[in-house]
């Protein structure tokens, strides 16, 4: 316990963990930036959903012996096109995602069960497995996380529209269902990338808490996006450094870290509500 | 122009027209809402529709925006999506929602534009404070929209709706839950974006009394029947008789209508309906 904040050790250790905090700061940034979309979207549900998906198909790779993070991969971009396609209406959605997800899940038990490799694996797919970002996980997190923000670029205004105001979007020719489509891949490869570093069960953490945060202090949408970005790098690369020292999982402090500002925001924005 | 519907004739009068149904029907499975309506809507004009709950008026407005196919006959609507403006018909807003009046007006502007829109932004919005101002809307345009009240949502719809120049304007119930003063507001504006741009207006309302002045003519949905002329050929007690099928009397007070009817008319239509008996 006396090096649980060894800042000498941390320091040292900082040189080993450099591609991680590279990966946690562009995952921060990703999941930043979709976040606000997310939670607009209530689609938080969707995200534990399709993370756990995730965690399936890295089981499956991890049984086939291909690569865990091409896995998650797959398994959440088909989890997210199922659930796109499957719950057309908002009112069945969180039955069609209980019913995914639960299947899923099972598999994914199943999966483990019948592998027999090292049991660290097993636990790194559910609770993250951040000392094993190594140089071809870091190049294809850096590809899909590029790939991930260029079509958001593109999409961004009709999404953002269609997320508030489906009414009227859709009588002014936006395509609503096509980018809800497309959106539910977004998250959907942004998850598996999340997986790798928190995660399966910790992923909302970084997708859905600084979001949420940053919508109880302001009403504006790009300041949202920027304050949810600000959130979660500072959730990222603060939980990244509080948790070399004490040699701990990085996801308890990632989700400590992004919790703590959930509060503040919460009692500021209480405040602010009572003063109006 | 955009065309919808099976058989899509343009004639020289539909392509003047602003909205053009030819021998339109609309039928969900056995139910019909309404056959063979011919309507043009000349730009610039004014068209109320009016009719009960369920008599069909948001399916027709529907329709015109291409969300709902024609069982039968023909439908052109000038201009295209781009060029429509629509007043949806009020629902609640999320009141935890990340949104301001002046983002929900934006996208009226440019919100089907591809991109993230950092271009342009200063004459956007430029734009956008001339719409809010133009409802009255300055003083909130920076609050939470779920916490404002329904008729100050309604104004940021209008400005919404106004802000994309747009050639037809589709309305749907946008008096309701207005004070009397907005509701001459709201109207006024949309009287104003006709006569100065020659924007063609189809306005569903309950109650016709605020918009009496400013319609060319009514189109008068009940039950699968209905009737289109002046306000002053529809809104007759034989007209509304034949329509309703049962005794209806429509009374001039002033400059008001007065529709007078049984207990069916009444629940129907709160606003403008007083029970005889
Ligand atoms: N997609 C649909 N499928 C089946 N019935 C519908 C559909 N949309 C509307 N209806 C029915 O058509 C009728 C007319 O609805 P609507 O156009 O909303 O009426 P209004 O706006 O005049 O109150 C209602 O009885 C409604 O239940
Ligand atoms: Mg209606």
Redesign the pocket.
């Known amino acids: 316990m006396e090096n649980f904040f060894d800042f000498q050790l941390t320091v040292e250790l900082l040189g080993y963990v450099q591609p991680m905090l590279i990966a946690g700061a562009v995952l921060g940034l990703v999941a930043g930036l979709l976040g606000p979309l997310v939670v607009t979207r209530k689609m938080a549900f969707a995200v534990h959903g399709t993370s756990e998906l995730a965690f399936t198909g890295g089981a499956a790779a991890l049984l086939i012996g291909i690569g865990v993070g091409y896995g998650a991969l797959a398994g959440s971009v088909i989890a997210a096109l199922l659930l796109g396609l499957l719950s057309r209406r908002d009112s069945d959605r969180d039955s069609v995602i209980g019913a995914i997800l639960a299947f899923g899940l099972g598999l994914g038990v199943l999966f483990l069960a019948l592998y027999k490799g090292r049991a660290a694996n097993k636990f790194g797919l559910l609770t993250g497995q951040v000392v094993s970002v190594g140089s071809t996980d870091l190049w294809l997190l850096i590809g899909s996380s590029v790939a991930v923000l260029a079509v958001l670029a593109v999409i961004y205004r009709p999404l953002h529209f269609a997320s508030v105001d489906a009414a009227v979007a859709v009588a002014r020719g936006v395509p609503v269902r096509t980018l809800s489509v497309v959106f539910a891949v977004l998250v959907g490869v942004a998850t598996a990338l999340s997986v790798q570093l928190v995660g399966a069960l910790l992923v909302l953490s970084l997708m859905i808490t600084p979001a949420a945060a940053a919508s109880r202090v302001t009403a504006s949408p790009l300041r949202a996006t920027l304050l949810a970005v600000v959130f979660a790098e500072v959730s990222v690369l603060g939980g990244m450094l509080l948790s070399l020292a004490p040699g701990m999982p990085v996801s308890a402090f990632v989700t400590a870290v992004s919790f703590f500002i959930y509060l503040v925001c919460r009692l500021m924005s209480g405040k602010r509500e009572r003063v109006q | 122009m955009t065309v919808w519907g099976k058989t899509a004739q343009v004639t020289d009068r539909s392509t003047r027209a602003a909205v053009a149904l030819r021998g339109a029907r609309l039928s969900?499975?056995d139910?019909v809402?309404w056959d063979g309506l011919d309507l043009d809507v000349a730009p610039g004009e004014f068209v109320a529709v009016l009719?009960?709950?369920?008599?069909?008026?948001?399916?027709?407005?529907?329709v015109l925006l291409g969300l709902?196919p024609l069982s039968a006959g023909t439908v052109h609507v000038a201009g295209g999506n781009r060029r429509i403006g629509y007043i949806p018909?009020q629902r609640a807003i999320d009141v935890s929602l990340t949104l301001r009046g002046r983002d929900l007006v934006g996208f009226g502007l440019d919100g089907h534009g591809w991109g993230v829109g950092w271009r342009h932004r200063r004459e956007r919005r430029a734009a956008v404070d001339a719409a809010l101002e133009s409802v009255g809307a300055m003083r909130y345009a920076d609050a939470p929209i779920g916490l404002l009240s329904g008729g100050e949502q309604q104004r940021l719809r209008v400005a919404q709706a106004l802000v994309g120049d747009p050639e037809v304007l589709l309305c749907?119930?946008p008096l309701l839950s207005l004070d009397l003063a907005h509701q001459r507001v709201v109207s006024d504006l949309i009287d104003a974006r006709r006569r100065a741009a020659d924007t063609a207006v189809l306005f569903?309302t309950h109650e016709i009394n605020p918009i009496l002045p400013l319609v060319d003519r009514v189109l008068y949905?009940v039950d699968g029947r209905f009737r289109i002329g002046a306000p002053a050929e529809v809104m007759t007690s034989r007209t509304l008789t034949e329509l309703y099928r049962t005794n209806v009397e429509v009374v001039r007070v002033r400059d008001q209508i007065h529709v007078v009817g049984a207990q069916h008319v009444c629940e129907d239509e709160p606003h403008h309906v007083a029970d005889e008996g």
């Not at chain 2, 009719?51 to 529907?62: A, D, Q």
């Open positions: 969900y499975g139910r809402l009719g009960p709950n369920g008599s069909g008026k948001t399916s027709l407005i529907r709902q018909q749907d119930e569903v949905l």
